[in-house]
């Protein structure tokens, strides 16, 4: 019954100084929205019929959270009231506060977003962009949506991580709802000084490293010297000190199950050694690679860039930027 609810407007919560690339990707998908009314981090789009929910199930990079838009209030009580009148008495909602805040959209702890949503669930947003304007928002949570109120999830990166690169794994994981088990064993390309690595060993997961520049000692404590001394009861990192172009077959060994990458390369280029890696690796049901853009409207190429995981047989396809890094892209692929 809720998909029945219909809006003249929605609006996109990205990270400040990415409308511009927001708008240029709505209109390289062919979506017929008009960009409207803008502030830093927050873009409204209206269309020529309705919005319902089922309109924002469009997978737009750029944007971290895509509403309904229940419209303008003047004060934070005012938005939630709009929310609940737009619900009625159909199903309970959870509320997100979303505002930007210390030039950043950011969430905003209210005592109950820290609830995570389950699929399915109806969520409301209120987004602050000022001390008397907080617009009201509406979506249904989905699979590869992220669960937080302003697409990020407020997390703090730990004093023993050796890069932020942790932030990028943390958050990418949490945004896609990804799930690791301890059978998997992740390659990842670009790993010095150990930032990934390290948040992959505390979820239990072992590593292949490929990268000649040396690594962390918090990474280095789990390595060991040669693939096939991997133990069975922990997990583990293996150190492959060579540019990713020479790894072989040999380097990665059996039971490679994630392809990842955070190399200083071009898109095209981190693409192609993706697709190099799967065929030496076939067992690999899943990447994560971080694209590193020069320009933000270099976005206007994800088409591509999914239809090139889309040739080495990944089913799902998403891209995604997140809010650790402006000018950079997480691309996930999954069999």
Not at 108 to 135: A, I, K, M, N, Y
Not at 266 to 283: G, T
Request: hydrophobic letters at 40%; glycine letters at 8%.
């Amino acid at each position: 019954m809720t998909r029945s609810i219909t809006e003249e407007f929605i609006f996109a919560l990205t990270n400040p100084g990415s409308e511009k690339a927001l708008k240029l990707e709505s209109e390289t998908m062919g979506l017929a929205w008009r960009s409207g009314y803008q502030r830093r981090g927050f873009v409204t789009f209206k269309a020529d019929a309705p919005y319902t929910l089922d309109s924002l199930e469009q997978p737009l990079a750029c944007a971290r959270r895509l509403c309904l838009s229940l419209g303008k209030s003047a004060t934070h009580e005012e938005a939630r009231t709009r929310i609940h009148q737009a619900m009625g008495d159909r199903e309970a909602v959870m509320i997100h506060h979303a505002r930007f805040f210390d030039r950043k959209m950011q969430g905003v702890s209210d005592g109950d977003w820290f609830e995570l949503p389950r699929l399915g669930q109806l969520v409301g947003t209120v987004v602050e962009l000022g001390p008397d304007e907080f617009w009201a928002g509406l979506h249904r949570h989905g699979q590869g949506l992220s669960p937080y109120p302003a697409g990020d999830s407020g997390m703090a990166m730990p004093a023993d991580s050796p890069s932020r690169a942790w932030l990028k794994l943390e958050e990418a994981t949490r945004f896609f709802g990804l799930e690791f088990n301890r059978n998997d064993i992740v390659v990842e390309l670009g790993c010095a000084p150990g930032g990934v690595v390290l948040a992959l060993l505390n979820r239990g997961v072992s590593v292949i490293g490929v990268d000649p520049a040396k690594m962390a000692e918090v990474v280095v404590a789990a390595g060991i010297s040669a693939r096939d001394d991997a133990p069975a009861d922990r997990p583990w990192f293996y150190h492959c000190r060579k540019p990713a172009a020479l790894t072989s077959k040999r380097d990665l060994g059996q039971g490679v199950t994630w392809f990842m990458s955070d190399m200083n390369q071009s898109p095209e280029v981190v693409l192609n050694e993706c697709a190099r890696f799967c065929k030496m690796a076939p067992s690999i049901r899943g990447v994560l690679i971080t694209l590193k853009l020069t320009d933000l409207l270099q976005v206007s190429a994800k088409t591509e860039w999914l239809a090139s995981l889309a040739a080495m047989g990944f089913k799902t396809t998403r891209l995604q930027q997140l809010s650790v890094h402006h000018k950079e892209f997480a691309l996930l692929g999954l069999k």
